[in-house]
């Protein structure tokens, strides 16, 4: 039982959690900047729904690509495609990651009074899931994995805040948007390793579309309008902004310049470098500055 366990976090790539779960906690803390404050069964709840939601997004999407992952050399070694795990044992862990994110979205209204997460709970659910069959029928599928994350910070806002007072709700759209545009540019980064599979396969990507230089300018691109969202957001939270939080995005713009730098045209043997390595600092990073920020209010 332990061996599944441990199999089936690694066919999820449990780790990689630290993608999405500080852009929901950098919302969270944000919201308990403003009255009534801090509550650690908020913070629970946030964290038990961004990790049973990922979860089963993530089994999922192996589970209808485990044809895709068996025909392609670098994705073959996967559990499915390598029988380490039987798809009826992840279709079941699936069913399990979203029953219990649906039920842990009842941890906001039954101690705060808050139903929206459980009302969203469903079409959030829906919308990540279907992610995994985007690239069948769109080039912009990045996009769509991108505005998956975009839903963290925003689910993390409304689950403290509720849908009240929608004048609020700029704080969370801004950092959202700034997290969809991050992610569809490092996915295209990713992608770029699979353009020659994809074509073969049918399967819709932008490397596979207009090519892997032309690709990597998008992704420069998106990463552009992270940076720019992140700015805006120094005036979308005021006045709980101030240097220490500047100087966090200027550090992050260099990180995304570090990570264009390492995946070239000619050379994509450091993909997974800048994806797995750049990302993960850039996510916790930035949670850490605004924790920072919002501490010593300078």
Not at 154 to 161: E, K
């Amino acid at each position: 039982m332990l061996r599944s366990l441990r199999s089936l976090l690694e066919l999820i790539r449990f780790s990689h959690t630290v993608f999405a779960l500080p852009f929901a906690l950098t919302s969270a803390a944000l919201a308990w900047a403003q009255p009534p404050g801090f509550e650690w069964l908020q913070l629970v709840g946030i964290v038990l729904c961004m990790v049973f939601a990922r979860s089963a997004a993530m089994a999922f999407n192996r589970l209808v690509d485990r044809n895709f992952d068996a025909a392609n050399p670098r994705t073959a070694g996967r559990h499915l495609p390598a029988g380490l795990l039987r798809p009826g044992v992840v279709w079941a862990f699936t069913l399990l990651c979203s029953a219990a994110f649906l039920l842990s979205t009842s941890i906001f209204f039954f101690a705060f009074d808050n139903p929206w997460p459980m009302y969203l709970s469903v079409p959030v659910l829906l919308f990540v899931c279907a992610y995994s069959l985007t690239k069948r029928f769109t080039a912009l599928s990045h996009f769509w994995l991108g505005a998956s994350l975009f839903l963290a910070p925003v689910a993390a806002w409304i689950a403290i805040r509720g849908l009240s007072s929608l004048e609020e709700m700029g704080v969370p759209l801004v950092l959202g948007g700034a997290v969809l545009f991050w992610v569809a540019g490092f996915d295209i980064l990713y992608a770029c390793q699979d353009v020659d599979f994809d074509r073969k396969a049918r399967l819709r990507s932008v490397p596979a579309r207009i090519g892997v230089p032309a690709a990597l300018r998008v992704a420069l691109l998106c990463h552009v309008v992270m940076v720019g969202l992140l700015v805006a957001l120094y005036w979308a939270a005021a006045p709980h902004m101030g240097w220490i939080y500047l100087a966090g995005v200027a550090a992050v713009a260099g990180l995304l310049a570090y990570e264009h730098w390492l995946v070239r045209p000619d050379d994509l043997t450091r993909v997974n470098q800048a994806f797995f390595h750049v990302n993960g600092i850039i996510s916790v990073g930035l949670l850490v500055v605004v924790l920072l920020q919002l501490l010593f209010k300078v």
